[in-house]
C-alpha cells in the first residue's frame, strides 16, 4: 500500500470513528429526552398528594390521603360529639391529583365547564359539622359569594343550621351519624346503617336526600383495618352500587390536626398542599367544635385560590371527584 492510500485509509478510519460517536451522542440524547418525557408522564399520574400519596385517576382513582381523616377523628374526640351526618344529592366523580394535574373524571361523563374562562374549579368541603362554626363559615362564604359543600355528621340540634345552609344554596353531603370508627367499620352492615341514620338525618331536616358521600376517615384510611381488615375495598364499590358518590380530597388546611391552630398556618398549609396548576382542587376543611380559625382562615384561602383564576363550585353528583387509593 502506498503512503497515499494508507493516509486515505487513515482519514477514512477516522471520518468512520467520527461519525460513529455522532450518531451514538444522538442516540443518547434522544434516550435522555424520551426519559424526560416518561418521568412527567408519571408524574401527571402517578403522583400524589404532597403529604402523602398516590393518586389514580378516574373510576379506578388510587389516591392516598390518610391524615385527613384522622383529623376526623380528632375532631370528633374533641367535640365528644355524638352524632353527625350530612346528606345532599348530588354526586360527582374525580380523582386527585397531587402534584399534578389531576386526571379526569369520567363516571359522569360530565364535568365541571371551564370558569373564568380557565377552567380551573376549587371545591371547599367542610367535614364534622353543623355547628356554631358553620355559622360563622356560612357569613365568610356569603360574603365571597361562593358556595361549598358540607358532610355533616350528627350534631344534636344541627337541624336549624342544616337548613341554613341549604338556604344559603351550599351543597351538603353525607359523612357520618356517628363519627365512631369503631362502630362505623365494624362492618359493611354498620356502615351503611350508619350512613342510612345520617341521611335521615338530613331528610328529616330539609327534606335533602343526599347522595354525596364523604368517608369518615377517607377512602384511603387505616383505621378501619383495626376494626374490619379489607372494609374499604369493599365499601368502595358497595356505594357506587348504591348510587352513592364519594369525595376524597387532594388538598387541605390542616385544621384536622388540632384545634386553634393560627388562620396564617391554615392558608400556609391549603396553598402548600394544593396540587400545583391543577384544573380540580378539592379541599378539606372541618366545621365541627373547635374549628373556630378555619372560619378566620377562610377569607384568605378564598382569595388565593380566587386570585390564581379559580372558580368555586359546591359539590353535585357530577362533580370532579377526588378519589385515594384504597389502603385497607
Ligand atoms: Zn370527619
Known amino acids: 500500500m502506498s503512503r497515499q492510500n494508507k ?7 477516522c471520518y468512520g470513528v467520527i461519525a460513529l460517536s455522532a450518531i451514538v451522542i444522538c442516540v443518547f440524547f434522544v ?66 391529583a397531587p402534584a399534578t394535574e389531576p386526571p379526569k373524571t369520567t363516571e359522569q361523563g360530565q364535568g365541571n365547564q371551564g370558569h373564568n374562562g380557565k377552567g380551573k374549579v376549587i371545591y371547599l368541603t367542610f367535614d364534622d359539622g353543623p355547628t356554631a362554626v358553620t355559622d360563622d363559615v356560612l357569613t365568610v362564604l356569603d360574603r365571597y359569594k361562593v358556595k361549598a359543600t358540607f358532610f355533616v355528621i350528627y350534631q344534636k340540634g344541627g337541624e336549624e343550621r342544616l337548613r341554613e345552609i341549604q338556604r344559603r344554596g351550599h351543597t351538603i353531603g353525607l359523612h ?31 327534606g335533602i336526600k343526599s347522595k354525596l358521600i364523604r368517608f ?35 388538598c387541605e388546611n390542616g385544621d ?22 391543577a384544573n380540580h382542587i378539592c379541599v378539606l376543611m372541618h366545621d365541627g367544635p373547635g374549628k373556630k380559625t378555619t372560619a378566620q382562615a377562610l377569607p384568605g384561602i378564598i382569595e388565593y385560590f380566587r386570585d390564581a383564576g379559580y372558580a368555586f363550585e359546591s359539590l353535585n353528583m357530577n362533580s370532579y371527584a377526588v378519589h385515594h387509593a384504597i389502603h385497607n
Open 31 to 96: 434516550n435522555v429526552i424520551e426519559n424526560r418525557r416518561n418521568v412527567h408522564a408519571v408524574d401527571n399520574t402517578t403522583l400524589q398528594t404532597p403529604e402523602q400519596g398516590g393518586y389514580v385517576g378516574e373510576d379506578g382513582a388510587v389516591t392516598q390521603l390518610p391524615e385527613t381523616e384522622q383529623e376526623t377523628e380528632a375532631t370528633k374526640s374533641e367535640t365528644g360529639t355524638t352524632k353527625k351526618e350530612n346528606g345532599t344529592t348530588k354526586k360527582e366523580t374525580t380523582s386527585r
Open 256 to 277: 384536622a390536626n388540632g384545634n386553634n391552630i393560627s388562620p396564617r398556618s391554615l392558608v400556609e398549609k391549603t396553598i402548600k398542599t394544593a396540587p400545583k396548576s
Open 216 to 250: 369518615p376517615g377517607g377512602s384511603s384510611n387505616e383505621v378501619s383495618k383495626k376494626y374490619s381488615p379489607g372494609i374499604m375495598t369493599k365499601l368502595v364499590p358497595m356505594v357506587k352500587e348504591k348510587g352513592y358518590v364519594y369525595f376524597d380530597w387532594n
Open 176 to 206: 357520618s351519624y356517628s363519627h365512631k370508627y369503631n362502630e362505623v367499620y365494624a362492618s359493611t352492615d354498620a356502615f351503611f346503617e350508619d350512613l342510612q341514620k345520617v341521611s335521615d338525618y338530613v331528610e328529616g331536616a330539609t
Open 7 to 13: 493516509k486515505k485509509l487513515l482519514s477514512g478510519i
